[in-house]
């Protein structure tokens, strides 16, 4: 279900007893095999070689390219293509004047550039630029993808990213990288199963305006297989909504209570709003419903850490985690490893922090990262989507962590499968969503 994803430590950890001059010399062979195979055209090429081990793979990487015939040097001047070695997984913080202006050199070049391990400036540990850093057109990363490959920033400066075996064994790591195996977990409908055994969500939310949202992750909570779906929302919005969804039950919030009791799991927050009234029903949904639930959107507005009855699923997008952090949202944007975890252990949950690299995490554990999905998902609604994934899973009784992990990717790879790429909305992820299990 997850591939790993390593810190520098745990790099570390793996290189330890091994030969380092042939780690290198597999490295640097790997980097010119790269070179060679995306730019034959290519005749000089150039790297920027540091002090360290990253930049002793870069000079293998020029000898290499030498004997293939290629003209090769350090000087950037005339080059056709830049290898990018001048920090390796060792670095942090933010690079000092002299390397500030030695990869502005390399970014102002105007030719592709291809990144050692990973691009110089990012973290590989964590993702985070601190000031000066590559934007790299490959990156050739050794024995296993870095967590700042596949986190953002870090990975928005990487490219496209290939991985190069230098004679080290897998090995277990904090963070992981979900893979299409996650999606084997959902259970599928049994002949035995009736309509509220593979999964009924009760959707919260919908108001006058806002009919929209909760329309969305109700639809969505069927697509994902959930069997029953109840809408309770107020009284003012049910026309609307009664006109949009054909297969939900729906009901005014009055009767929120009563329709609970036939709910396995909750979704709530979606365009729900966020007067005193409405932050007060969310509050006593959650600590009184002993389903799992997954808190979205306006449901997150001023909520405060408690003592839950069962597992409870907060999907914030940078802004709303910001807000329940007390951060700006650019501070999250900056350290979304540091923030997602810091949001687990507050408040005691599960935590999806949305973005292009979707993170997971829950208390004492390391983060689950989701890179499936396109640039289409920047589109309004999506998250609704989500949001009724993640509460179908959770009904058909999936580990919280694990229903998170998963639903994240089979919305990203529902958007995948949209077979056109500009105009997408989030109905037509949702019309995907079936055949994003396979």
Known sequence: MFAPLYTADEMRAAEQGHDVEAMMERAGSAVADAVLRRYPAARRIAAVCGKGANGGDGRIALRVLAEAGRETGEELGGA??????????????????????????????????????????????????????????????????????????????????????????????????????????????????????????????????????????????????????????????????????????????????????????????????????????????????????????????????????????????????GRLLGEESRWVDAHRLEAVRRAADTYRCVVLLKGADTLVAAPGAGVLVSTSGTPALATAGTGDVLTGVVAAFLAKGIDARLAAAAAAFAHGRAAELVPHERGVVASDVIAALPDAFG
């Open 80 to 321: 056709d293509v830049v290898i990018d070695a001048l920090f390796g997984t060792g670095f942090h913080g933010a690079p000092r004047d002299d390397a500030a202006a030695r990869i502005e050199q390399i970014n102002s070049a105007g030719v592709p550039v291809v990144a050692v391990d990973l691009p110089s400036g990012v973290d590989a540990s964590t993702g985070e630029v601190a000031g000066a850093v590559v934007d790299a057109d490959v990156t050739v990363t050794m024995h296993g993808p870095k967590v700042a490959l596949a986190v953002a920033p870090g990975r928005f400066h990487a490219g496209e990213v290939e991985v190069a075996e230098i004679g080290l064994e897998p090995a277990q790591t904090e963070h992981r990288l979900v893979t299409e195996e996650i999606l084997r977990l959902v259970p599928r409908k049994q002949p035995d199963d009736t309509k509220y055994s593979a999964g009924a969500v009760l959707v919260v939310g919908g108001a006058p305006g806002l009919t929209g949202a909760v329309c969305l992750a109700a639809e969505a909570a069927f697509r994902a297989d959930a069997g029953y779906v109840i809408v309770v929302t107020p009284p003012a919005s049910l026309p609307v909504i009664e006109a949009r969804l054909l297969e939900a039950v729906k009901a005014p919030l009055q009767r929120v209570d009563e329709l609970a009791e036939r709910a396995s799991a909750l979704a709530i927050g979606p365009g729900l709003g966020r007067g005193q009234e409405e932050r007060a029903l969310v509050r006593r949904l959650l600590a009184e419903l002993a389903v799992p639930a997954v808190v979205d959107a306006d449901a997150l507005f001023e909520l405060e850490p408690a003592e839950w009855p069962a597992p409870r699923v907060l999907t914030p997008h940078s802004g709303e985690l």
